[in-house]
């Protein structure tokens, strides 16, 4: 169906942009607001002309309250709204984990369906683009760690578009994580007009039977270009993009790896305790017949992510490391 | 500050009672329905018919006073665990109660025409939802109005202050009632924070500010009116204080010999608002012992009814852990529930 569409030239915040004006043109109930999301159209833009295109009582800025603009949206919901918040940056978030792990993802449970929060969360997330300290968090597997709530992580301008509309269709709280260096670093053809993209599916970006690449969001350029290097050496690896860690697309995972008998899985948060650690699990649960090869983490060191920009570009895994483990996968 | 009061300790009228003779009824048979719910609930808890019980005795003018106020099938309430008689009089069934401090699933929804949150554990992380709720109402056009409850304790928590703050500027039809029951389980009131009153805070977020004799259900219905009025007509959001006592235990498993003596609980016994309330009938001639022992009689077999039909719920099923984690099953869940059942 997308396919038959015109499409354009966008970059993601121009992608994100255009999902949030069909969104707010189509259902009347969404609203977006968070810090500086009205007038200003929020620091990346995201938002940029919608509150002078659908008034300030669709699109508004709230007190500088993180947890404030959580549990007012969570309220929001709960009243019929289909509240679309902004997190200026996912390392600002922490200040609102109460209302997100006593509520956000437990008030259908706890209220046996009565009340239910279909509200997504917008927030700006990874480095390499040497931002302040704080402003290079990536903190999906804290978010994925919460019941009750769904965790998107797009990694293109069309599928973030299509995964937003989707995200602001559900009826759960989605948490919607942008790749900070994706903003403006990656422009693509973008379908014209509304569509949706499934949440919960993976999806293979790149096919080869060497070896699997397991990665999201910000990390998805950088295995598909250590992929690309590896082809010249007659290596062809499979590059998944996972898109929502929340609910994991397990089925993809698995059948990647019984194919190609070794995962490297990829991810800039904090190696201990990230996302990849489900990720090799569920691998380790249902595949290990077909591993060949020990299944191997490429993340972001044990260590508070930099607030040193000279530095960050060795924290934040690139090609050269998913190459090196690659090696190592191949080697075994 | 002054301290809004119409009956004295003794229940006479200080001046003209802004409420009607029927009112004045209403808000008695009121107050011992929610008296009889909370000493009725005590003995299931003591027969382990009954989960872990957080009574609200001596606090049932504070709360029914503004419950009294609002529509449930139009108007919010978004209590804390405290606030049972709250909920009874906004509208929860007795036997949805029962089952809620039972633990039971069946009891943690509110009826379709009831809308009220499940009692809210964390501390203060209701007061931005109820922001948020209320400002939805004047997003959609309508005129409800949303009362959420806290405690003094509660009011030094962060959410406290944001969700005061987002009522404020969004100009919220809410009505944020602190119940100032002197105790945060053992810490006193001025441990906890250094202001005289608690509504003097309400100066900080530029929205109004009333202390009201908590044990004095005249006091609590007509301040909480007038704050109702203003949210409707578009005023914006009120803090009430409602000064009271938590004369019972924190909960049926709490032991406050710990922390208190009882003295203080002995003189606030003294000013209990049911039976302030009963002398202020009585006084104005409203009110009998035979009428007093027919609603007795009528509430205990309205409990008696309600227990019956608790009861009679069904069994919790193991599997319906994972049911409404999500709207649509998810695998996880679905493996899950399936083993839960028995056939994985």
């Known amino acids: 169906m997308i396919a038959e569409r015109g499409t354009r030239v966008l970059n993601n915040v121009q992608a994100i942009n255009e999902a949030l004006d069909l969104a707010l043109a189509k259902d009347e109930r969404v609203v977006l607001f968070g810090e500086d999301v009205g007038t200003m159209g929020g620091v990346f833009r995201a938002s940029d002309g919608l509150a002078q295109k659908y008034g300030e009582k669709r699109v508004f800025d709230t007190p500088l309250a993180e947890s404030g603009i959580v549990g007012f949206g969570i309220g929001l919901a709960m009243a019929g709204l289909r509240p679309v918040a902004e997190i200026q940056f996912a390392g600002f978030l922490y200040p609102a984990l109460d209302q997100i792990l006593s509520h956000l993802g437990r008030m259908r449970h706890r209220t046996r369906g009565r009340f239910t929060i279909p509200m997504v969360i917008r927030a700006p997330y990874g480095g390499g683009v040497k931002t302040p300290e704080q402003h290079a968090d990536s903190p999906e597997a804290l978010l994925a760690h919460v019941p009750g709530v769904k965790v998107v992580i797009p990694s293109s301008p069309e599928r973030a578009k299509g995964l937003l509309l989707a995200a602001i269709e559900d009826p759960d709280p989605v948490f919607f994580l942008e790749a900070i260096k994706l903003y403006r670093g990656v422009k693509a053809e973008v379908p014209e007009g509304y569509y949706t993209l499934p949440l919960g599916q993976a999806r293979v970006v790149r096919e080869g039977d060497a070896a699997s690449l397991f990665c999201y969001g910000g990390m998805v350029e950088v295995c598909l270009k250590a992929a690309e290097v590896a082809a010249r050496e007659g290596v062809e690896l499979e590059v998944v993009d996972l898109e929502t860690l929340v609910p994991l697309d397990t089925p993809t995972i698995l059948s990647s790896v019984r194919k190609t008998g070794r995962a490297v899985v990829v991810y800039e948060a904090m190696r201990t305790g990230g996302f990849g650690a489900e990720i090799a699990a569920r691998i380790a649960e249902e595949a290990l017949d077909y591993l060949q090869a020990p299944i191997l983490r490429v993340a972001g060191w044990d260590a508070p992510y930099p607030p040193f920009s000279a530095v960050e570009n060795f924290y934040r895994p690139d090609a050269k490391r998913v190459l090196e483990a690659v090696r190592r996968v191949l080697e075994h | 500050m002054d301290t809004i009061q119409y009956l004295d300790d003794q229940g006479r009228p200080l001046r003209d009672l802004p ?150 500027v969004f100009n919220a039809p809410l009505l944020v009632v602190v119940q100032n029951n002197g105790w945060a389980i053992s810490v006193p009131t001025h441990k906890q924070m250094k202001v005289q009153r608690i509504a003097q805070k309400a100066q900080g977020y530029g929205i109004p500010g009333v202390t009201v004799d908590g044990n004095d259900l005249v006091a609590v219905w007509s301040v909480a009116r007038e704050a109702v009025n203003r949210a409707r007509a578009g005023g914006g959001p009120t803090l009430i204080e409602a000064l009271t006592y938590r004369v019972a235990p924190h909960t049926s498993s709490d032991d406050p010999s710990r922390y208190r003596s009882e003295e203080e609980t002995e003189r606030w016994l003294k000013r209990d608002p049911i039976l302030r309330m009963k002398n202020c009938l009585l006084h104005l001639g409203l009110w009998s012992e035979d009428q007093e022992a027919a609603l007795s009689e009528a509430l205990e077999a309205e409990f008696l009814a309600a227990v019956e039909e608790a009861d009679q719920a069904p069994e919790p099923k193991p599997w319906e852990i994972v049911e409404q984690v999500y709207q649509e099953m998810q695998p996880d869940q679905q493996a899950a529930w399936q083993y839960l059942r028995g056939e994985a």
């Open chain 2, 19 to 168: 409420l009607s003779p029927e009112e004045l009824l209403q808000g008695y048979r009121a107050l011992r329905r929610a008296r009889h719910f909370d000493e009725r609930v005590l003995v299931l808890q003591r027969q382990g018919r009954l989960g872990v019980y957080p009574p609200f005795r001596g606090q049932e003018a504070a709360q029914v006073g503004v419950a009294l106020c609002l529509r449930p099938d139009y108007d919010w309430l978004l209590p804390s665990y405290r606030e049972s008689a709250a909920a009874l009089t906004f509208g929860m069934p007795i036997s949805k109660l029962i089952l809620s401090w039972r633990a039971d699933p069946a009891g943690w929804g509110a009826p379709p025409n009831v809308n009220m949150v499940q009692f809210y554990i964390p501390i203060a992380t209701q007061i931005p939802q109820a922001a948020g709720v209320a400002h939805a109402q004047r997003l959609m056009g309508k005129d409800a109005v949303v009362a959420v409850f806290i405690g003094d304790g509660g009011t030094s928590e962060g959410d406290f202050h944001e969700g005061l703050n987002f009522a404020a």
